[in-house]
């Protein structure tokens, strides 16, 4: 079992930057992926950005060229970090770990909120 537990979040004014942080309670190197995934009020939870034990990202089209994820097994943390932010990304941003690359995401954290504002 992981935990996860996501740090960072806050209110930013439009084009601001925030980091986002997640530590995990046990080992991220056996987990396939790392991924952030957001929920904004109304709408469906959508990954905005994964990255695999290999290092291969996959990021959200809204999000290219803005967002960066990255990951440190050393310390069991995974980052992402927001810049050029706008108002549509307001949102509740989740960490989440996923074991295998034929499973669904097992591990989720509490989230934390982003709120940019115009």
């Known amino acids: 079992q992981v935990q996860l537990v996501e740090s960072g ?3 930013v ?3 601001g930057s925030l980091r986002l ?3 995990a309670s046990g ?3 056996n987990m396939h992926a790392m991924g952030w995934h957001r929920q904004a009020p109304g709408k469906q939870r959508e990954l905005v950005a994964a990255v695999t034990s290999g290092g291969y990202t996959n990021y ?3 999000v ?3 967002f960066t994820i990255s990951r440190d097994n050393a310390i ?3 980052y992402l970090q927001m810049n050029a932010l706008n108002p549509e990304d307001t949102a509740v941003y989740y960490c989440a770990a996923r074991r295998r690359s034929w499973t669904a995401w097992d591990y989720w954290g509490q989230g934390t909120q982003v709120t940019v504002s115009s």
């Open 13 to 15: 004014q439009a084009g």
């Open 76 to 78: 069991n943390t995974v």
């Open 60 to 62: 959200a089209d809204s």
């Open 9 to 11: 979040g806050g209110l």
């Open 64 to 66: 290219k060229g803005r």
């Open 27 to 29: 080992s991220i190197s």
């Open 21 to 23: 942080s997640c530590a």
